[in-house]
């Protein structure tokens, strides 16, 4: 998921771990041409978020992506068999895992891109990821059961589970809230998701954290922005432009076979 779960925490402050969500399904049998593995690690690459996606306004500089701690992958599979219990998913829905192999052909993360001048909490800040999958019916399922309002809680508590893991102190509370997202893709529109952190260190700091998640699908890749902010969301008009920006390379790039 545009690591919800996994994502390395920007910055000095090590407040969070952040990370993304989908379309309702309606390509389940979508047939395109067999994809390797080294091809789809080349698109996946391809799609991904770029610095020159996003605003001009700011000065972006990139983070590699974050390591996945043993603690972390803990996490995620304990995020993974309670999305289970809410539907079908396949074994990486939207990177929530972070790992290729079976249906499962790539699952490559793009850096964190985030304002120069601010480089203590290196925020605001953007980043995808996308994985792709044998068949384009895996995808429109994952994005199915991420659809589903039962999700939003195994989310939910594996951000605030990873965000204390990575240091943002004891009583971090989260919310997930879904909201209007722009249509995009081969399911049935898009997906957004925005989480909000309190309590922890954010309350010393008398602000919170805000996690705009979009999830996609193009034929059997999975696309998954986060765009983070703290004390106001990301700017908005920001995020869809650079949404639209990737999501048209995701359709070019699928095209492709």
């Not at 985030?114 to 995808?128: E, F, G, V």
């Not at 997202?181 to 309350?203: D, K, M, P, W, Y």
């Not at 705009?212 to 902010?229: D, H, K, R, W």
Request: proline share 5%; net charge positive; glycine share 10%.
């Amino acid at each position: 998921m545009a690591q919800i779960l996994r994502r390395g925490v920007p910055g000095g402050l090590a407040l969070l771990s952040v990370g993304s969500l989908l379309a309702l399904p309606s390509f389940a049998n979508l047939r395109l041409p067999a994809r390797k593995a080294s091809s789809v690690v080349a698109e996946a690459k391809a799609i991904n978020l770029r610095a020159a996606d996003l605003s001009s306004s700011l000065h972006w500089v990139s983070a590699p992506p974050g390591h996945s701690s043993k603690a972390a992958a803990a996490l995620a599979q304990k995020a993974l068999a309670c999305l289970k219990k809410v539907g079908p998913v396949s074994p990486d829905p939207f990177g929530t895992v972070g790992k290729s192999g079976g249906v499962v052909l790539a699952d490559i993360s793009s850096p964190t891109y985030y304002d120069k001048a601010n480089s203590l909490t290196q925020l605001p800040s953007a980043s995808s990821e996308v994985v792709f999958l044998t068949k384009a019916a895996l995808a429109d399922s994952d994005l199915s059961t991420i659809a589903h309002s039962g999700s939003l809680a195994c989310l939910t508590a594996q951000l605030v589970a990873n965000s204390t893991l990575q240091g943002a102190g004891k009583g971090v509370k989260g919310t997930a809230t879904y909201l209007a997202a722009a249509r995009h893709g081969t399911g049935s529109g898009g997906v957004l998701i925005r989480f909000v952190e309190s309590g922890g260190n954010f309350a010393a700091l008398k602000e919170k954290l805000y996690d705009e998640e979009y999830f996609y699908v193009q034929g059997p890749a999975e696309i998954s922005l986060s765009f983070v902010n703290l004390g106001a969301p990301f700017n908005a008009s920001w995020a869809t432009t650079a949404v639209a920006k990737v999501m048209a390379r995701a359709a070019a790039e699928v095209g492709k076979g």
